[in-house]
């Protein structure tokens, strides 16, 4: 398993942008799909993209389609989620995985390493 790590999560306002980072541990992040999921209260947890080993497919939540932006640097062995035109309704916990299987729109079980989450708060 890989070790996982969320940061970059705050509070913004309405239209302002984040960038999450997820860092990982272990020589072998290159070969892992990775994920980001997230879970607002009260509801399950939700897949939001995704990215296969060498950035080249990647997939999408159809509600942050055109507004988020994930990307990998292996040599750093990190994950980022770029967040722009921030919406209140995407307030949750964030959460980055690790998987072995791209698919279009995965399910947490495709997943089977997590990091703690952080908080993504968006004011109105």
């Known amino acids: 398993q890989v070790q996982l790590v969320e940061s970059g999560g705050g509070l913004v306002q309405t239209g302002g942008s984040l960038r999450l980072s997820c860092a990982a541990s272990?020589?072998?992040?290159?070969?892992?799909?990775m994920g980001w999921f997230r879970q607002g209260p009260g509801t399950e947890r939700e897949f939001v993209a995704s990215i296969n080993w060498s950035g080249g497919i990647v997939y999408y939540e159809d509600s942050v389609k055109g507004r988020f932006t994930i990307s990998r640097d292996n040599a750093k062995n990190t994950v980022y989620l770029q967040m722009n035109s921030l919406k209140p309704e995407d307030t949750a916990v964030y959460y980055c995985a690790a998987g072995d299987i791209v698919t279009p729109n995965p399910g947490p079980k495709d997943f089977g390493s997590w990091g703690q989450g952080t908080q993504v708060t968006i004011s109105s």
């Open positions: 272990g020589r072998t992040f290159a070969r892992y799909v």
